[in-house]
């Protein structure tokens, strides 16, 4: 009895081992001396290089804080253009160590997948982008109609009960990809196209034919939370990748902002001490700069700085923050203490 006692014992110790044994954490990407961050490249809505070649946009600013953290240096990164049918390849090849972008996620997927949620970065709304319909004053006006749609996306399953809900009947065309489905609205093989409210904007910017008229409508057919994505394997990653979020959030919650961070230094506040490495110890324990809070607030601000800037009223998009406030603002985020 006893001898089998240690053989299970043995056994289960050597699964734990080699389940330590496969989280490369941050090795890879010290190893290397920049960090791989995927996101849709095919438009403006999450990243861009300006004139001057300098990368903008959400996911390059989220990409540049995550540099940031890993390495002391905001532009130890790349960006990778990844579409979301290879997102679970591209992680699994080490093509990328995290994916951005609004890269759609469903039960399914989580189940059978290769990539796990890190982090909640924000939340934005699906809507409608329609050929102008002459007279039209409600989705009634649509019924019938064809819409495109990426197939196996969490946009159609929110699409469909949709159309259900108001008996719309509309009639889905599939693509494999969000070019693809784009294509074929602009050329008039749909009525309707369904994405998150920054994408359609980005192709509203981009269409500027008086013979094309285009407009988004007013209907809403989900609020979707975006993730940063890792490899399962990678629990090390996920949860410095957690933890880098919270801290912006965090920030946030406790006013401090690019203006004011050098006043908080010194405080006798153990989160913020925590927070902004005047206690370095618990940062180093994530394999992260300690002071890498206090450069990314003085570089590119707090979780609603970032929003403002990329996605609010300081960008070209102009979208409402509404669920992105915190919870004491009357949105949905919140922020724990650093202990």
Known sequence: MKLKFLILSLFCLCL???????????????????????????????????????????????????????????????????PASQVDTALKTNKIDVMLGDTPGTATKDVSGFATQAGLLYYTRQLLLAHQVPNATSMEDFKGRKICLVMGTDDYYNMKDFSDKYKLDLRPLFFRTKDKAKEA??????????????????????????????????????????????????????????????????????????????????????????????????????????????????????????????LGSGSEFFIDRGKNKLIQDGGVLDAQAFY
């Open 16 to 82: 734990t081992t080699n389940s330590y044994a496969k989280d490369p954490g941050l090795r890879f990407i010290k190893s290397r001396g920049e960090i791989l961050c995927g996101t849709d490249l095919s438009t403006k809505s999450h990243a861009f290089k300006d004139e001057g070649g300098f990368w903008r946009g959400i996911d390059a600013d989220f990409c540049r804080i995550f540099s940031l953290a890993i390495f002391g240096n905001a532009e130890r990164f790349k960006l990778v253009h990844v």
């Open 185 to 310: 609205f602009l050329l008039k093989r749909c009525d309707l196209y369904s994405g998150s409210e920054l994408y359609l904007k980005n192709i509203l910017e981009q269409i500027d034919n008086p013979n094309l008229p285009l407009e988004i409508l007013p209907e809403v057919i989900a609020e979707k939370p975006v993730y940063v994505y890792v490899d399962k394997n990678n629990q090390g990653l996920r949860l410095a990748l957690k933890w880098i979020i919270n801290a912006l959030n965090l920030a946030e919650k406790q006013n401090i902002s690019s203006q004011n961070v050098d006043i908080f230094i010194g405080l006798e506040n153990g989160s913020i001490k925590n927070l902004l490495g005047e206690n370095p110890e618990l940062w180093q324990k994530f394999g992260l700069a300690p002071n890498w809070v206090k450069l990314a607030l003085k570089q590119f601000g707090n979780y609603g700085e970032i929003f403002e800037k990329n």
